[in-house]
């Protein structure tokens, strides 16, 4: 990202003392700083919360007193803003708290975007929450291909956008032959984990997410193409919704340039929340098509049960006491489905409007690998308490010798660079004197690439 600025002048005009050097990389008169804006044959994204006026807490002493009721300020704010964006002039921009719900604040952003060549998407919460999502690409990098919304019409309101592009010259004149130059883009922001209930809410709108893009996949004979998530996920690498979609093949693209494991969840932060705590929780995910992914039902029971084991090891069970409780009031040595939608409804992950529905608690009952309608001591410590969650599997790639039955060549994506703005989040650290927002933009450089994954998606 940029250099160190001087600390008064932090949000400033980005052009101050530094310039873009010939090959793309920031330079100041500091020290360099990594590349952000992508060179030939490179594409670049960023995602960023901006901050939504209506939510922005002007005294902490006046709760009410919100920036949205002064427009100089709010106004001021978000032209820098767009002053930073539109200097690092990223092929994918996906912002979230975008203030969907002030016409003046709308028009502002589509018009200087629009005037620097992006094509935008925006998308309000539903119920008229007043803020939402903005997707924009460069014209000169994507055509669209189309263009979806997912409305999660869950307890937070939330929603996601589903952007289908196909690259255009100069990055298809690097490809070879008639591959299939194709990418699907998704922006979202997760509900806040305002306690601890609510996080098998965050990782069900992961899953409607994931079941999203596999059902316009099928539906369009859509195979072997990489898949790029974007957003606030409102959770850092020790939750489920990060080993969730680990599972599912994605790759935090920040930690792949760092060459972080999935261990270091202390390395970096994006965001210090209304409570003063700061996390790790902006993130840009890369599926790659050569990558090995697990059914996403089975996925998403191993998460479910994750929570649920968790749960019961807080609460100091053994593995014979979780099997006891599961079975509720049952003398068989078994757990039923009834006694095991008690048992959810008991640890509140059911029966209310947060928890999971009818389908998605049906879906758990699959653990019953003998199909008698139970779950007997062996597959409840097989499946549910002693699962070791979604280990990541190799990438699957082939060869030029493999026959063209059992491999196909297809686009993807090598991570060259992530950065995070401010520099000082990328040490763990929350400046003070920041004010563009409550989070750290993120932005990461991708090499298109040709890779060989198995024929059968």
């Known amino acids: 990202m940029v250099a160190n600025r001087n600390m008064r002048d932090k949000d400033s005009n980005p052009n101050v003392h530094e ?8 330079v100041s008169m500091e020290e360099p700083k990594p590349e952000t804006r992508a060179g030939p044959g490179l594409i670049s994204c960023t995602t960023f919360n901006i901050l939504a006026p209506i939510y922005k807490r002007l005294d902490q002493q006046n709760q009410g007193l919100r920036e949205s009721q002064f427009s100089s300020f709010w106004m001021t704010r978000n032209q820098k803003i767009l002053d930073w964006l539109l200097y690092e002039s990223s092929s994918i921009i996906c912002l979230q708290e975008f203030w969907v719900g002030n016409e003046e604040f709308v028009n502002m952003y589509l018009k200087r975007l629009g005037d620097a060549g992006y094509s935008t998407f925006k998308l309000a919460r539903t119920n008229n929450r007043g803020d939402g ?3 924009a690409v460069r014209s000169d990098c994507f055509r669209i ?3 979806r919304e997912l409305h999660f019409n869950d307890f937070g309101d939330r929603v996601a956008q589903l952007l289908h592009v196909q690259l255009t010259s100069p990055f298809s004149q690097i490809q070879r032959g008639n591959l299939q ?6 922006n979202t922001h997760l509900l806040f984990p305002h306690d601890s209930s609510l996080c098998i809410v965050r990782l069900h709108q992961v899953y409607k997410i994931l079941q999203f893009v596999e059902a316009y996949q099928n539906e369009n004979k859509l195979n072997h193409m990489p898949i790029i998530l974007c957003g606030d996920w409102n959770g850092s690498k020790r939750g ?12 935090s693209t920040y930690d792949t340039a760092h060459q972080y494991t999935d261990n270091d969840a ?13 996390c790790g929780v902006d993130f840009i995910w890369l599926c790659n098509p050569n990558k090995s992914r697990k059914p996403l039902k089975t996925s998403w029971c191993e998460a479910v049960f994750g929570i649920l084991r968790r ?12 099997f006891a409780f599961l079975k509720g009031d049952n003398h068989g040595d078994f757990i039923t489905s009834s006694a095991f939608c008690q048992a959810l409804r008991q640890d509140n992950l059911i029966g209310h409007p947060s928890g999971l529905g009818f389908q998605e608690t ?3 009952l699959d653990p019953d690998t003998d199909a008698n309608g139970v779950l007997d001591y062996e597959e409840f410590k097989n499946m549910i308490w002693s699962c070791t969650g979604s280990d990541q599997k190799e990438s699957l790639t082939g060869s030029r010798k493999e026959s063209e039955e059992d491999t196909k060549e297809a686009l993807g994506f090598k991570v060259k660079n992530a950065v995070l703005y401010p520099s000082e989040a990328e040490k763990g650290i929350w400046p003070e004197n920041y004010t563009l927002s409550d989070h750290a933009r993120l932005t990461v450089v991708l090499s298109p690439e040709n890779m060989w994954c198995c024929s059968q998606s």
Request: net charge positive; glycine share 4%; proline share 0%.
């Open 19 to 26: 310039r873009q050097s010939f090959n793309g990389s920031f």
């Open 133 to 135: 999502l903005l997707t």
């Open 145 to 147: 291909l189309n263009y």
């Open 181 to 186: 130059q194709e990418i699907l883009i998704v």
């Open 240 to 251: 489920h919704v990060y080993k969730f979609l680990r599972s599912q093949g994605f790759e």
């Open 266 to 278: 202390h390395k970096w932060v994006s965001h210090r929340n209304h409570r003063g705590n700061i």
């Open 311 to 322: 749960r019961l090891r807080k609460a100091s069970m053994a593995d014979n006491d979780a």
């Open 362 to 364: 049906r879906d758990l």
